[in-house]
């Protein structure tokens, strides 16, 4: 047996609540394994080396980058994907948000902003302007809509309880 077929491992994910059993090279990027195995196209995959924030995803409450995360290190962890906070029929408070300040342009970038906005309005309801501007700073938007992004998510916080 060649190394590279030694490191398959079969890992159990929890996606958005749900359970599946994956078999991949444990260092395969969760992104892959989400967008081909698991069909959740929400992350998209954008760099590839964990620097634009195109596949963000939530573990465990936290914004973490899917493209760099290895499947091995998922198991047992609690993974939400845009599919898993809101639908067309009841959108996240932050989707809303950003079809209200018409946020997206080409809309490549709206996962991770989306994404990454939830996980600190989830431990910080009421941030700053600032604290929105330092969470959203190492996500990249190649056409420029930050302003728009920015109020989004500033609007979404006046929505929060
Ligand atoms: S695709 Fe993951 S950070 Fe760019
Ligand atoms: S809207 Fe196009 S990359 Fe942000």
């Known amino acids: 047996m060649s190394e590279q077929q030694s490191a398959q491992k079969t890992v159990t994910l929890n ?17 892959l394994i989400l967008r081909n195995d698991l069909q959740l196209n929400g992350p998209k995959y954008g760099c590839g080396l964990g620097e634009c924030g195109a596949c963000t995803v939530i573990i465990d409450g936290v914004a973490a980058r899917s493209c760099v995360f290895p499947l091995a290190g998922a198991e047992g962890r609690e993974i939400t994907t845009l599919e898993g906070i809101g639908s067309r029929q009841c959108l996240h408070p932050v989707q809303q948000a950003f079809i209200d300040e018409q946020a997206a342009q080409c809309g490549y970038c709206m996962n991770g902003m989306i994404m990454t906005a939830k996980a600190l309005l989830d431990r910080n309801p009421h941030p700053s302007e600032t604290e929105i501007r330092n ?23 006046r929505h929060q309880p």
């Open 15 to 31: 996606v958005n609540g749900q359970r599946s059993s994956v078999t991949a090279m444990a260092d395969t990027p969760l992104l």
């Open 135 to 157: 969470e959203l700073s190492a996500n990249l938007c190649r056409c420029g809509t930050h302003i728009e992004i920015l109020r989004a998510v500033m609007r979404a916080a």
